[in-house]
Each structure stands twice: as C-alpha cells, then as structure tokens.
C-alpha cells in the first residue's frame, strides 16, 4: 500500500560466521525473513533498491516475499514507470497465486504509476491466469469487471458472469455488487436492475443500491432513479455519498424540488460538513429545480470551491437568465486563481445570451482564446451564434456560421432558426432549414418553428406543408408535456389530458383561472397554432394547454403563498408566457416555469426573462 507499505530490510551484519558464499546466503536470507523491523517504500528507487536486494537473496522468485514490492510498484499513484516495474516482477514470480494476479489487474484498472489505464492488459491477465489454472477468487471478478466497464466489453462481460456463476461467486457481495455496476456503466440499466433482483435481500448492501442508482443515472432514467432512491430508503438502508449524488442528479434533471431538498436536509442532519463535491451537486441540483438562492446560499457558504462548483453555479444562473451575476461569479472563480476551461466558457457564453449581454459575450469570446488560451469548440460557436442572433444581428451570426473552423453545425443553424423565429425572419429561417436538411441533421422541432412562423404570417397551406413534410421524413415529435411537483411526486399532463384522478377539479379549475384573466382583459393569443380549425375550436385547444394543466393542478394542491413549479419540454411560448405572467398577479404566487431552454420566474406579473427569450 503507497505510503502505508513497509518492507522488510535485512541486516547487513547478521552475526552468524560463514564459511561460504552459500552458507552466507542462507544466513542473510533467515534474518531477511525473520526480521521484524520494516522500513517505508516511499519511491521507485527505494523499490528498485529492494528489489535487487531480494535478487541478492534468491528471493525475488518467492510470491511471499515479492508481493510488498509488487503491491507497492503496481498501487503508486505518482511513480511513474512503476506499472512496468510491476508488471517484470510479476513475471519472474514462480507459480503467482491469486493474489499476485489480482495486485496487478488492479494496478492496470486503477492506472498504477500514472500512466494511465490498462483495462485491456488486465483482461489479457485474467486469461492467463486462467491458462495458468489459477482459481480466481472472490477479489478476481471485481477488477475484471472494471476492466471490462473501462473497455465497454459488454460481451465479454457477460461471459465473465457466466464463469462468476460457475466458480460459486454469484453470491458473493463484491462480485455482484461489481456486476451491477459494470452493467450499469455500459449503458444496460435493464441487466444491471435484473443482476440487482437476482441478490436475496440479505445480500443486498448500501453499494449494491448505489451501483444500481448510478446505472439509471447513466442511462439517463432520471424517474426510476428516484424511485428506487425512495425503495432503498424504505427498505432501512442509509444512502452513502454516492446514492445521494445518483439521486441529486436525477432530481436535478426532473425539476423534483421536494425531493432534493429533503436529500439536502438528510445530509445536514448525517453530516457534519459537506465535501465539495456533495455541496456542488446541490448547487447543481438548486439551480436547475428553479431555486437560485439557495443555490447560490450552498456556493456561498462553501470554503474550498474549486472549479466544478463555479461551472455549476455559472450554469445555473445562465439557465435563469441572470448574466450579470454569471459574469461575477466567473470573474470571483479567476481571482481565486481556478483556470477556466471549455465548459465553464460554455456557461459563460450562454449566460451573457439569456441576458442579452452583447458587448460581454464578445469581450469573453476574446478573453478565452487571447488571455486563457483556449481554442473554441463547435459548443461556443453555437452560443456565439445565439447571442448575436438573439440580439437582431441575424446577418453577422450567418456570416459567423461559414467561418467556424469545425465546420458549420447543426446547433449553429438550429440557432439561427430560433432567432429568426423571434425576430420573425421568414426568408432567413427557411435558409438554416436548408442548411440543416443539408447536414442531415433535423429534427420535428425544426419544421415546427418554421410551420409556426408560417401561421403566424397566416399562410396556413405553408404551415400545414411543413408540418407534413416532417411526416414525410419519419421525424417523430416526443410528445409535450409539463409536470409539477406537489408533496414529493411529480404529476405529468399532455394537452387535454383528462386522465389524472382529478382532473374533474382541474379542468374546474382551469375554467376559474381563465374566467378571472378575462375581467384582465386577456385574450387567448392562437396566432401560433398551425390549426386548420375555426377561432373557438382553436381557443379549447390553447386553453387546455399542458402547461396550464400543470399550473393548475400546482395551484389546487399547493399552500397559500407556495410557489408552484412547471417543468416542460416544450418551448415556452407567448400565449403561455403571456397567461403565466397575469396568473402570478391575480393568484399572489410565484410560477417558475422552466422550459427546455432556460427558467421563467413569474411574480407580481413580471417575468425574471424581462421578455429577452
């Protein structure tokens, strides 16, 4: 073990007479063996040192007597070339039992000697140990599943489940536990939930519950995460750092408020004092439920932020349109002397785009490439892009796109199509149409930005034609929808839902919400609604829209006073921001709607957007 590893040191003045070369030898290597004061390996040299004197000794082909030195080679983290040494150790070992096999698969899993990962030089091992017929045991099977994770071998991995299963060691704790997770990394949250159902209850542990949350989590099944996150508590299990980071991240992307506070509220109560990365995934995970301040209340009161927290924290009020704040936040993680990298560039240019911040997102442009050295990716050209586009400079963000080094994209078209979409560039969003359909990159959306723009023109032949032409081309929409939590469960509306136990209530509801906007003189705004129907049939349609379902429902299950929390994945439109804005007035609440773009915070009939989306 580096830094706790001791090895044993002979005498050079063993007090015994010899009278030859071997009588000596064998005198050095009893006191070699039954000495008990043991020196510190604290570098290569110390283990190349000891090592040559085990040759000295004729013991450097004793596994017994290697395995401090193989241990120590293999397991350093900053000796570099060790692993090499590690691995000549090995092989001049005579019969290596499982043990030795398994000091060195976890060297080349772990990357031993800083040079990096070896994944498949330790499955090449593992068949060698097995052509050695050497039994692996129950320490085996976790490395190589590793190994196997590192490589995405899914096949191979399988069939290392097959030999688990043979050799007895599918009950074993660490097996299955490494088992689940291996799936769990290779995207197979499905065999990784099976491996996790096929433990008996008293098998089951605190990681084998963390292995499997990480697997949804990676797999990007944010609702079953939560889900068996709640069944792992019920059962009586205490959830490690890892469950609750798998579940944070989950609730972060689910907008689940509720849940993640009370995730916030366990640990303060288990914990004397958060590390950085749990205080950063409730940062992370405040910012995207639509509660920056306690967001920026966590980020505050931490002592030793390093660069991922100000990634968070500039993601997140760039989701919530705050630009200045981002800027200031950015500048403050500079001071502290973090070096920026590309990702919280990213952050940095979509916040100052959410914001309207022109002159600033240029400066930073300048500032990555000219002060921190780093060459833009296709990422911030696309948000260069979107905020001169969103800024009304459409020409200057076209000629941007056909100077980008990588390459025009498809993000930066797609950009560029919102935007005209905003500043109602029919002529121009037809041409980024082109020019996605000429990188064979659309989507349903696309076409419905420019059928919207159509309607909105009131050429309703063109409208429909989009929209059939996407048809056409096999692009299926996901359907829209919006959720809102209420007590700790996420309820999901579609448009005209009436499936929700109360949706009588709801749908009651509704009608009182629309019958108090109209003495606000509010009139359902339908010039977006590609709908071939009379004006009546298309204000039905617009009134039951998800989002105000899920407004409503907030509305009806939530205290006085509460706010009420929408997450859709649609893009929030005028009608809908124009209803949120005077609901938040005439019912004293505050709405924080957040779309598939940024956060919307509606209080007092303002929105925290100041209508630049």
Request: with cysteine.
């Amino acid at each position: 073990m580096v830094g706790g590893l001791v090895l044993s040191q002979a005498q050079h003045q063993v007090g015994i007479a010899a009278t030859s070369p071997a009588q000596a030898q064998a005198a050095e290597q009893a006191a070699f063996r039954g000495r008990d004061h043991r020196a510190p390996c604290a570098s290569l040299d110390e283990a190349r040192k000891a090592h040559a004197r085990h040759v000295k000794l004729g013991l450097d082909r004793s596994p017994r007597h290697a395995r401090p030195l193989l241990a120590a080679c293999a397991l350093a983290a900053d000796w570099p070339g060790s692993m090499a040494y590690a691995a000549s150790i090995f092989a001049a070992l005579d019969d290596p039992e499982a043990f030795d096999y398994n000091t060195l698969m976890r060297g080349y899993v772990a990357g031993g000697g800083g040079g990096g990962r070896d994944p498949a030089a330790a499955l090449r091992l593992f068949v060698d140990m097995v052509d050695d017929g050497v039994e692996p045991d129950s320490y085996t099977f976790p490395f190589v599943f590793k190994a196997c994770a590192q490589l995405g071998a899914l096949q191979e991995g399988r069939q290392l489940q097959g030999h688990l299963v043979k050799l007895g060691f599918q009950r074993d704790e660490h097996s299955q536990n490494s088992l689940i997770s291996f799936y769990g990394k290779c995207g197979e949250a499905d065999l990784a939930r099976r491996a996790f159902e096929q433990m008996e209850d008293d098998e089951q542990t605190t990681a084998s519950w963390s292995a499997l949350l990480a697997a949804y989590t990676r797999a990007g099944r944010w609702v079953e995460c939560v889900e068996s996150f709640g069944a792992m508590v019920r059962a009586g299990w205490r959830p490690d750092e890892s469950s609750m980071v798998s579940a944070l991240s989950a609730c972060a992307h689910l907008g689940a408020h509720d849940v993640g506070r009370s995730i916030h509220c366990a640990l303060l109560r288990n914990t004397a004092r958060l590390n950085t990365f749990m205080s950063t995934s409730l940062v992370d995970m405040y910012a995207k439920c639509g509660c920056i301040e306690n967001a920026a209340a966590v980020f505050d009161a931490m002592d030793d932020k390093n660069a991922w927290t100000y990634s968070a924290m500039v993601s997140g009020l760039a989701l919530h349109g705050d630009g200045r704040k981002a800027l200031e936040v950015f500048d403050a993680m500079v001071r502290e002397g973090h070096r920026p990298d590309a990702a919280v560039y990213v952050g940095v240019l979509n916040a100052c785009s959410r914001a309207g911040l022109l002159e600033e997102g240029l400066r930073c442009f300048d500032r990555m490439r000219l002060e921190h050295k780093l060459t833009p990716n296709a990422q911030h050209y696309g948000c260069m892009v979107d905020l001169m586009a969103r800024a009304g400079r459409l020409d200057d963000a076209r000629a941007l796109i056909g100077s980008m080094p990588t390459g025009p994209t498809d993000t930066a078209w797609r950009s560029l199509l919102n935007a005209c979409r905003i500043h109602g560039n029919l002529e121009l969003a037809e041409r980024a149409l082109q020019e996605l359909e000429r990188l064979g990159a659309t989507n349903a959306g696309d076409y419905i930005i420019l059928s919207d723009m159509h309607a909105r023109a009131h050429n309703r032949d063109a409208a429909a034609a989009r929209r059939t032409e996407a048809v056409d081309r096999g692009l299926a929409q996901a359907p829209g929808y919006s959720a809102v939590e209420v007590h700790g469960a996420t309820h999901r509306f579609v448009s005209q839902d009436r499936s929700h136990p109360r949706a009588d209530d709801i749908y009651e509801m509704l009608h009182q919400m629309e019958w108090q906007l109209r003495f606000e003189g509010y009139t359902p705004d339908t010039s977006e609604l590609a709908l071939d129907a009379g004006e009546e049939e298309k204000r039905r349609v617009v009134a039951a829209h998800s989002q105000k379902l899920a407004m409503a429902f907030g509305l009806l299950s939530t205290p006085e006073g509460a706010p009420v929390r929408v997450v859709t994945n649609l893009r929030m439109s005028k009608e809908c921001h124009a209803y949120s804005a005077l609901i938040s007035e005439i019912f004293g609440r505050e709405i924080v709607v957040r779309d598939r773009n940024r956060f919307h915070r509606f209080k007092r009939g303002a929105c925290s957007c100041g209508n630049y989306w």
